[in-house]
């Protein structure tokens, strides 16, 4: 750990003013700290060639697209599906999005003779929202218990999931476009809420 | 003052956690020589707590729970709301501590010196006479051994060490603490408070009474909002034994803490008819050994302390040491919990806030007060913990659509929910009980828990009353919609405050500890833990633990200083 990541670690640990005044000292073992580790998407990793990479960014910023805010690919949301497809999903929900990542791909060279990063994004649109509607009876958009993960939804399902996850729960979506703040040092619940104003990134209490 | 002879120590405390780190702090500063014995790992206050502060992009998976891990080692502890990859390491692997049921049982379990109290939910709430005197009234279980009177002294003495924020309210039903000042309410919160005052006015509906600091207190720093608790707190803002007994423990110079120290049995001298040893195992080189002293407390949970005892029976003893009575292992109670009813609400859609604030609001107990008992076909009752969240875009994207439109409605603020917690009482029953497994052992040779423990009829007639009576506050607070959960979802154990199999009680032949937790049968022991419990009131017990902790510490040394023990 170097001298700024060390120093914005402390930081985060005691920041705020009451904190340090009760005298907390922090351990040279600072780096086991969660806090302190790289960002997820940081992992070393290497899945995907690199066509499927350029298509699933295109794929995940047709879902999250940078407006006056930044968008899936600003994110780091490319590199958080993948890791996902091969580290976290099981064998069966990871060949529902491999093939139906080929077929995507495969179905797009034959319409359209160029691959989805390069169609326009109101076709790119489109083809999603095929995709979408033939998924309609999938059980991951039924109404109820939030599940933690829908086994057999359809690839498409899969690719918003992992997106707007992997995009809300990023650094850059979090500090960006939600809103963030580790050491707020009051609660105060007469907070007016403006209009475009963003959710706080929700933590679990 | 201690004759140390024949003793390695004047006390030793079995247990960390909660009642365990009081026991510790009470005998160390009467200036008794303490080893304190925790299964656990060691862990240190602050430094080891690795899961605070990390944001979710600095999880695994940036959050999304690993699934076949959980299923695999965790699929007990995995049901805590406090579990995850932040707060993992506090807990116990179900695949490396198993144990057996008869009937659902959800056991959650830490493994680390501060056991639970890293973990709990700090809600903290006095017992009231009428809980005190509920056994005797109703005719369930046997009558306390002590009322409100005996212990409210205790409640003070504690309050005021750990620190409890909450509002005075004057209520019989929940008795005022020692407070600090309260947490702020939501907006939302506010109103819907003003609108039970005209529209329920038997509902009292207050800020959450929560043993997280609003000043700096005793040493410890002010909450400083970040949210999570249960991943550990460096400030020490939340009471654990880690931030707060502990220490003063140590300060005193007494302690002597023991980490990975599994108590196997207690050893009972047939001539004086009291506990002579302690046997352990160490959990990480299998040593085994053998300590000595002059007072024995048990605070290693309420399974963990009654396991002990059943464990180390012996000729004077044969159904578990202390246990002339047959109580042991029986009368396991928990709290009813679930989420009875929750509300959406269009009110207050500008308001937002600032800050994580670690607590929620609470509903006193308002069914069969004083005086109206006659108006339910059950016994007992319950009281409501509360919750106001904006919904977000976690609860809210399994959708259609795709990019800008998507994208802008995820990010912003839904409508309010009011999620109602219900906390039931539980009767104390005899056929609701834990043994030990016969062949069953678990990795250190020790007999398996076997629980076997269902809610029963007057739980049930709780649980529905529940639903309805929070609809009913549902619609007078101005809930456009109301989800009502008619199926209590919860097993025994899944609130995570198991009490009873070693209730206390004046008769030797029905109770196994008496008026001051002191082993009727064996003199120089003493259980503190939730196992000592005799009914289970609707308020959450940690308080109630920590005090009669206390209590028997202060009797205990007494009685050492006149000579009986």
Redesign the interface.
Known sequence: MNRREFLECAA?????V??S??G??L?V?QQ????A?P???DRKMSYFNAAQRATLAMLTE????R?ESP?AIDAGVPR?VE??VF??L?EQERSLFVDGFAALMAQVQRDHQQPFEALS?KTR?NI??DL?SAA?DSS????GE?P??VSDAPFICQL??LT???F????VG?TQ??R???????????????D?????????? | MSATTQYDFDAIVVGSGITGGWAAKELTEKGLKVLVLERGREL?H??D????????????????????LYAEEYPVQSTS?AF???TRHFFVNDKQNPYQTEKPFNWIRTDVVGGRSLVWGRQTYRWSEQDFAANQRDGHGIPWPIGYDDIAPWYSYVEKFIGVSGEKLGLAELPDSEFLPP?????I??TIRGRLKRKAPDVNLTIGRTAVLTQ?HN????C??????HRGC???SYFSSQSATLPAATATGNMTLRPNSVVEKLVLDSETGKVSEVRVIDSQTGERLRFRSRLVFLCASTVGSTQLLLNSASEAFPNGLANRSGALGRYLMDHVHGVASMGIFLDD??????????NGTYIPRFRNLPGQEDQSDFVRGYGIQG?VV?M????N????G???S???S????GPWVWAMAVFAECLPDKRNHLYLHPNKRDRFGIPQVVFDAQWRENEYKLWEDAVGQSDRIMRAAGAVLNLKQHQIDSPVGGAVHEMGTARMGNDPAEAVLNAHNQAHDVPNLFVTDGACMTSASCVNPSLTYMALTARACDYAVKQMQAGVL
């Open positions: 985060l640990l005691i920041g705020g009451s904190a005044q009760m907390i000292t351990t073992e086991r700290h969660m806090a580790a960002n997820y998407i047709t879902v999250i697209p407006t968008g958080f890791l996902m580290e976290w099981n994004e649109v999603l929202e979408e309609s991951w958009y039924s109404f939030i933690v993960y918003k999931e707007i996850w992997g809300f729960t990023s650094e979090g476009v939600l963030y703040e580790a050491m707020p040092m009051k609660f105060d619940g007469h907070q007016k809420l403006h475009d104003d963003s959710s706080w990134v929700s933590v679990l209490i | 240190r602050g430094a707590y690795t899961g605070e502060h990390a944001p979710d992009w600095k999880l695994p998976f940036q959050g999304k729970p690993p699934r076949e709301y995850g990859e932040a947490m702020g309410m939501h907006k919160e506010e700096n040493g410890r720093a002010a400083h909002y970040c949210g999570p608790c460096s400030t020490g859609m500008d308001s937002y806030w600032y800050g994580n604030r670690p919750n904006r977000n875009w976690k609860v994207y399994h959708r259609k795709f990019g800008a998507l994208k802008d995820l990010r912003k603020p």
